[in-house]
């Protein structure tokens, strides 16, 4: 059974920084994609970054381009979310989630998901 649960969220003032993690275990990772998704209230979830477990190969979201860096630790098992220069509107809960389909930006494809962490940012 794949767990992933989030950890690393909480209330910072625009401009800071927070790195969000996610602990992984069961199932394989060989093949895998992880990716970090957020939902604000009253909106859908999004496609924030996402990156190979094997390989250098990672997508991000135009809206956190140059500001986010998504990385994990293969010994660990542990998906990381840097996230930096943050903004009001980076506010929501963000999930990490595992999914087959490589790169993928779409929500549908991703199998696993975790119960969310939840990121403030304050103006």
């Known amino acids: 059974q794949v767990q992933l649960v989030e950890s690393g969220g909480g209330l910072v003032q625009a401009g800071d920084s927070l790195r969000l993690s996610c602990a992984i275990s069961?199932?394989?990772?060989?093949?895998?994609?992880l990716g970090w998704f957020r939902q604000a209230p009253g909106k859908d979830r999004e496609f924030v970054a996402a990156?190979?477990?094997?390989?250098?190969?990672?997508s991000y979201a135009d809206s956190v381009k140059g500001r986010f860096t998504i990385s994990r630790d293969n010994f660990k098992n542990t998906l990381y979310l840097h996230m930096n220069s943050l903004k009001p509107e980076d506010t929501a809960m963000y999930y990490c989630?595992?999914?087959?389909?490589?790169?993928?930006?779409?929500?549908?494809?991703?199998?696993?998901w975790g119960q969310g962490t939840q990121v403030t940012v304050s103006s």
């Open positions: 989630a595992q999914a087959a389909a490589m790169l993928s930006v779409d929500a549908g494809r991703y199998e696993y």
């Open positions: 069961g199932g394989t990772l060989y093949r895998a994609t």
């Open positions: 990156i190979l477990w094997i390989g250098s190969r990672s």
